[in-house]
């Protein structure tokens, strides 16, 4: 019903930059909101960041000020750029999408496959 395919992983240097891209496709209606988490080797999965649809966002304190989301309405796709790398952003990143299909009133979360993200020292 949704897909949500996501670019722009791979390996980079610290300090360095990459810019990670969502888009979702299917029968969707709305968006509530869409985000980003992230889950390094042992720990549990955490949320970096969520654009909400009223424009609205949320950042967990270690990126505030490196990483910014935002969004393409028309392509219904998300971004998050990420500046000022560091290796303890080494994770799977994975998008979040709450989304309300065409014969639906209440949104569902969906998630991407993952891509993986490096930060070498």
């Known amino acids: 019903q949704v897909q949500l395919v996501e670019s722009g992983g791979g390996l980079v240097q610290a300090g360095g930059s990459l810019r990670l891209s969502c888009a979702a496709s299917?029968?969707?209606?709305?968006?509530?909101?869409m985000g980003w988490y992230r889950q390094a080797p042992g720990k549990q999965r955490e949320l970096v960041a969520v654009?909400?649809?009223?424009?609205?966002?949320n950042y967990a304190d270690s990126v505030v000020g490196r990483f910014t989301i935002s969004r393409d309405n028309a392509k219904n796709t998300v971004y998050l750029q990420m500046n000022s790398l560091k290796p303890e952003d080494t994770a799977v990143y994975y998008c979040?999408?709450?989304?309300?299909?065409?014969?639906r009133s209440r949104g569902t979360s969906y998630w991407s496959q993952g891509t993986q993200v490096t930060v070498s020292s």
């Open positions: 979040n999408g709450v989304i309300v299909l065409t014969d």
């Open positions: 299917g029968s969707i209606s709305s968006i509530n909101a």
């Open positions: 654009l909400h649809s009223g424009g609205s966002t």
